[in-house]
């Protein structure tokens, strides 16, 4: 099979590399890639919301499987147009994705399915919202509702900054027709943890579980950025927290398209908060999640290509999927100034010594390949990946990897893992 994966970070990297073990496969694209995806991919130069340029390419090479990576071509409907054209792709429809693409959607499916989440009120108005912020006081959460890259939601401590947030929404337009309307929802307390499952419109096959350090500095201080780092399994979603997040939030999210005649198909994702009353839906993004795929699939020990023919096909029923024991951390390295304003074009060295050491390795992210160098070339630059026989050891292969590799301005968080860790310990079990 000739499969081209569409997108250029961590995440696409890792979906190629556990694709590539697969024997059906022939050859392998990434549009537009990054200088890791060179290794195992041919990088073609097409943007991954450019999707007539991705349709004529397909047709033209006859891709067999098109996978896609991020958000956006979900969101522009890049499945319905493949189908339109006869070309096979993995992936849910415009009107699927919705689920990540609009809240309001969300919340609105939330409301007729009884799913577990935060109280909300949708707003256009200025005033109204205002005035509901002030009746209800802070913390509070203010969130756009469309796509914004990640930046769309504030966690208001005060009032003054939720106000701010409407006014950033609402007025300035800050994330143009995504903050049409706005959401004020519930500060909910507790852990955050992703349950990401494939479904094939009926049937769900669940992937490891996972948690994302989003936040910029240790011990989750500081601004959100795309995320800093994951690790898989996350203790927190223990065996209650998973079916409980199965049979109160998924199923009853798959089951509300179904009767709006919308079949879900592809990787749903869960992003929950673990309340003492229970998990409660967060978001949903309906594709795999970066960093937690970095993460998660060097865990798995079955075909990636299989499960998600399986998905396109419907058949998925009683299949199941194989997971390595080994726990597995993924560090994101990022470029000096990320979140805010980085410069690109540094020169990264070490790559070959740190992948180079036993149950280590890296995926790329914003990285380029020019002139037989490896440089950066985004925020967000490499995923540096560990696995070991319990937390622990997970933790520290990938740091023992991330002393070796060096770029100028470099900053990385030292805590990644680190829930993971003081539950172990809390429940004095072994690693
Ligand atoms: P979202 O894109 O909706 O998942 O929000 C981004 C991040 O904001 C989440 O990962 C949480 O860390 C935080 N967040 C969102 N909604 C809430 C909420 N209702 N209560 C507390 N934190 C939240
Ligand atoms: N790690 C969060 C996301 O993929 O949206």
Redesign the pocket.
């Known amino acids: 099979m000739k499969v081209l994966v569409v997108g250029q970070g961590g995440r696409e990297h890792a979906i190629l590399w556990q694709i590539k073990k697969s024997e059906k496969v022939k050859k392998l694209y990434c549009a537009p890639g990054n200088g890791g995806t060179t290794s195992i991919a041919e990088n073609v130069p097409i943007r991954p919301d450019d999707i007539s340029g991705l349709l004529d390419f397909c047709a033209k090479e006859k891709i067999d499987l098109t996978v896609v990576g991020p958000e956006i071509p979900l969101a522009l409907g890049i499945v319905d147009s493949f189908q339109e054209r006869d070309l096979r792709i993995f992936g849910p429809t415009k009107a699927a994705a919705r689920l990540e693409a609009s809240k309001v959607f969300t919340k609105e499916l939330c409301d007729d399915e009884n799913i577990p989440t935060?109280w909300f009120e949708i707003f256009t108005d200025v005033k109204k919202a205002k005035d509901f912020i002030k009746s209800k006081g802070a913390p509070i959460?203010i969130?756009a509702d469309g796509l914004a890259a990640?930046k769309g939601?504030v966690?208001a401590k005060d009032i003054d900054e939720a106000l701010d947030a409407v006014d950033e929404i609402l007025v300035k337009k800050a994330f143009g027709s995504s903050g049409e309307r706005l959401i004020a929802?519930?500060?909910?307390e507790g852990e955050?943890a992703s349950v990401i499952v494939v479904s094939d419109g009926e049937n769900i096959v669940p992937l490891a579980s996972s948690q994302d350090h989003?936040r910029i500095f240790d011990r989750d201080e500081g601004p959100?950025t795309g995320g800093m780092g994951a690790y898989s399994p996350a203790p927190v979603v223990t065996d209650k927290v998973f079916n409980d997040t199965v049979s109160k939030i998924i199923k009853p999210a798959i089951s509300g398209m179904k009767r709006k005649g919308i079949t879900f198909k592809g990787v749903l994702y869960a992003?929950v908060?673990v309340t003492k009353s229970g998990p409660k839906l967060?978001?949903f993004n309906a594709r795999f999640g970066d960093p937690e795929t970095q993460a998660i699939f060097p865990r798995l020990d079955s075909d990636l290509l299989e499960l998600m023919n399986l998905s396109i096909d419907g058949s998925l029923k009683n299949y199941e999927l194989k997971w390595s024991k080994k726990a597995c951390v993924c560090v994101v390295m990022a470029s000096g100034g990320y979140p805010g304003k980085y410069e690109k074009g540094k020169e990264i060295h070490g790559l070959e010594r740190a992948g180079g050491l036993n149950d280590a390795f890296v995926f790329h992210a914003g990285t380029r390949l020019e002139n037989d160098k490896i440089l950066t070339d985004g925020g967000r630059v490499l995923n540096v990946i560990g696995l070991g026989d319990g937390i622990r050891k997970a933790i520290d292969k990938t740091y023992e990897a991330c002393g070796v590799i060096k770029f100028d301005g470099m900053h990385y968080r030292k805590d990644i893992g680190y829930r993971a860790l003081e539950r172990t310990k809390t429940v004095n079990r072994k690693p």
């Open positions: 935060a959460v969130k990640g939601v966690v929802e519930e500060y909910l955050e989003k959100n992003g908060m967060l978001e």
